[in-house]
């Protein structure tokens, strides 16, 4: 799509072309940055000249920070590609978008619906992390999974990381939370997500933390795989 037609599109639907234009630079380059100028103006249809004003733009905001990268296999020989990444404050800007309406949508679950609701909801949204790494979990060795599961997070936007505990175990840390300011009105997204760890990882996981109830970090500790529960004792013994 070209400029030229995006703007008219813009008007006709009475969203300033500029904006709509740079927020949709934006979104992709959270999405799938770093990226380079040339892969934004490919996806979006746009000109290298309308992506330098965009960028110029998000840059001057700080939405976005430029970062180099050096083709592989060169060996310094050649230019290396700029790449635009999202910062913190850029990220946090799509956040508080989406928190009025998604808090909203879940008080009006909680209304017609009930609490349960809300917790039926809450694990759906975790269901997919579920979904992607418990079955191959059990091929990862066991001091390695926390590690596996915080680099997943880690790609999901939670900043987390893996380490361990000085009471034995390990512990999991998530440095920054997506749906913190929702969170803190609905403890059920908390709740889900700690019940995804447990059953990912195969043992027992207890909260510490969290960001949604104003601690700097979500932080969680994982107790040794060798540890189980009274219930899952008495299946194997028999008993």
Known sequence: MSDTREAAEARHSGV???SGTRARVARLILEH??????????RLGLTPAAVRRHLDALLAD?????RTARPRGQRGRGRPAKLFAITDAGRSAFEHAYD???GSA????ADRLGEEAVAEFARSQVSGLVGR???GMDEVPADQRVRVLAEALSADGYAASASRAA???????????PVAHVAAEFPQLCEAETEAFAQILGTP????????????VCTTHVSPPRHRTIDESSKETGR
């Open 16 to 18: 300033p072309a500029e």
């Open 33 to 42: 940055g770093p990226i380079t100028a040339a892969a934004l103006g490919e």
């Open 62 to 66: 700080g939405m976005i920070e430029p």
């Open 100 to 102: 009025g309406l998604a």
């Open 106 to 109: 879940l008080r009006f679950l």
């Open 133 to 135: 790494l418990r079955s």
């Open 167 to 177: 009471v034995g175990g390990e512990q999991l840390c998530q440095h920054h939370c």
């Open 205 to 216: 996981v207890q909260r510490l933390a969290t960001i949604a109830h104003g601690d700097g």
